[in-house]
């Protein structure tokens, strides 16, 4: 099974920052690797697909970018409502893998 | 617009069973693969299994966690796909999620849609 190792599991912000989370994927996945975004209480909703292609409805402060094993999703000027926990996700291979997750504190 | 709605969600003893159900709307039901995810309370996102389209001969996965005990099957009649668990834990306690899938593979709409979830909790 390929893992993904993500990082930071959580971290904190502050309104205006830049944040980014990587995700490693144990062996190369090309780019079929998804970001999510979930808030309490509330399911997933997809920010990114194919690395790098922005989901239709989400803000363009949100990118992802990468291929093989090293991927990123930065959050460009945050907002309140991006206060959340982020996955991502491979679905090179089954069974499919998430990340552990990464959860953005206001600071 | 896309909509799932998950049900069946219950208290069970372990050792018991329990079919989750989905009820798809708003597209080509037939055309997508549906994968169910779950949450652990507190936890991260799981990949449970999923049931390819017709096309793929409704061909299954699943993830090692739940081989041999839980089946996924769909009724293309009803536009509604099952999750059937049986031999159930304390471990299968989770916030069951049916995600619309891809319609096949590497096309990048994996996991796209998401239902609202549905509570299974496994204690005696």
């Known amino acids: 099974d390929i893992q993904m190792t993500q990082s930071p599991s959580a971290m904190s912000a502050s309104v205006g920052d830049r944040v980014t989370i990587t995700c490693r994927a144990s062996q190369g996945i090309s780019n079929y690797l998804v970001w999510f975004q979930q808030k309490p209480g509330k399911g997933p909703k997809r920010l990114i697909y194919?690395?790098?292609s922005l989901q239709s409805g989400v803000p363009s402060r949100f990118s992802g970018s990468g291929s093989g094993t090293e991927f990123t999703l930065t959050i460009n000027s945050l907002q309140p409502e991006d206060f959340a926990t982020y996955y991502c996700l491979q679905y090179d291979s089954y069974p499919l893998t998430f990340g552990g997750g990464s959860r953005v504190e206001i600071k | 617009e896309v909509q799932l709605v998950e049900s069946g969600g219950d208290l069970v003893q372990p050792g018991g069973s329990l079919r989750l159900s989905c009820a798809a709307s708003?597209?080509?039901?037939?055309?997508?693969?549906v994968d169910w995810v779950r949450q652990a309370p507190g936890k991260g996102l799981e990949w449970v299994g999923l049931?390819?389209?017709?096309?793929?001969?409704?061909?299954?996965e699943y993830a090692a966690s739940v081989k041999g005990r839980f089946t996924v099957s769909r009724d293309e009649s009803k536009n509604s796909v099952y999750l059937q668990m049986n031999s159930l834990n304390i471990d299968d306690t989770a916030v069951y999620y049916c995600?619309?899938?891809?319609?096949?593979?590497?096309?990048?709409?994996?996991?796209?849609?998401w239902g609202q979830g549905t509570v299974v909790t496994v204690s005696s």
């Open positions: 194919a690395a790098s």
């Open positions: 708003g597209f080509s039901f037939s055309d997508h693969y």
């Open positions: 049931m390819r389209n017709r096309a793929h001969s409704y061909s299954t």
């Open positions: 995600t619309r899938g891809t319609e096949r593979a590497y096309d990048g709409k994996t996991l796209e849609y």
